[in-house]
């Protein structure tokens, strides 16, 4: 039997990251978040001061690029050019970089490449935004994540508050949210899209433990039972 393949994607704060790893707890399966490795990318050509829109440049940058994932004690670490990059990657500044470097054809056929080939024989749960239309078109289990931009905002804005690095209104917070929205759903390859076979699940208005069940549930349903 293949091994089972789930797949994750929605828009940015949809909890899809959050769902992922809960989901790799239960089911003893590798965790893998695609959008960490655009952020590597974006945080590579920020440092080098070159503009994240710039495709030839951002271009240039990737045969000089490498990107690994590590895990320690269960939790993936990014790797950027033998640097941990895990806690660098995730400012506002490196969010809006990774949606710009996203939208080039020639960095996604690389993280794509990279992306199929640590999912090849492993059981895994992926995250992203074309990880059932693309990634993994065959994943056993596809899962479209989705919420208000309202609450994604208001979600990004408690975390942040928690972790003492919020910097934004909740207005600015939903703007920044609405712009990644419309790049990733616009962009010309491989745009955010639920895959015709993705069963959608809004979770505006339900805890992570309730959205974990739900998606549980789906997984048990076509056959696959927590312990694998
Ligand atoms: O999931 P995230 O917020 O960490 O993703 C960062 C950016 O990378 C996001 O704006 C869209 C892009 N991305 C993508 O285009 N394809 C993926 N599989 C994952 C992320």
């Known amino acids: 039997m293949k091994p089972l393949q789930i797949g994750i994607d929605g828009p940015s704060g949809a909890g899809k990251s959050t769902m992922a790893k809960i989901l790799s707890k239960r089911l003893g399966i590798m965790y893998l978040d695609t959008g960490a490795m655009y952020r ?66 020639e960095v996604r056929v690389k993280l794509v490449e990279l992306q199929q080939k640590i999912a090849s024989d492993n059981p895994v749960v992926m995250d992203g935004r074309d990880i059932g239309t693309h990634v993994l078109p065959d994943a056993q289990v596809k899962i479209f994540l989705t919420a208000s931009a309202k609450e994604r905002a208001l979600r990004r804005y408690r975390e942040q508050k928690k972790k003492g690095i919020l910097s934004k209104s909740l207005e600015e917070l939903e703007k920044e949210i609405e712009i990644r929205d419309y790049n990733d759903s616009n962009r010309a390859q491989s745009p955010l899209r639920q895959a015709d076979d993705a069963i959608l699940l809004d979770t505006s208005n339900l805890t992570i433990e309730e959205s974990a069940e739900k998606i549980l549930g789906i997984v048990r349903a076509k056959g696959f039972s927590d312990a694998l």
């Open 40 to 105: 590597a990318l974006a945080l590579k050509a920020i440092r080098a001061g070159i503009d994240t829109h710039d495709r030839e440049k951002v271009s240039s940058l990737l045969s000089d690029t490498d990107i690994s994932i590590e895990y320690e004690n269960g939790s993936q670490k990014v790797i950027l050019d033998g640097e941990d990059v895990s806690d660098k990657i995730r400012t506002d500044e490196v969010s809006m970089g990774a949606s710009a470097v996203s939208a080039i054809p």
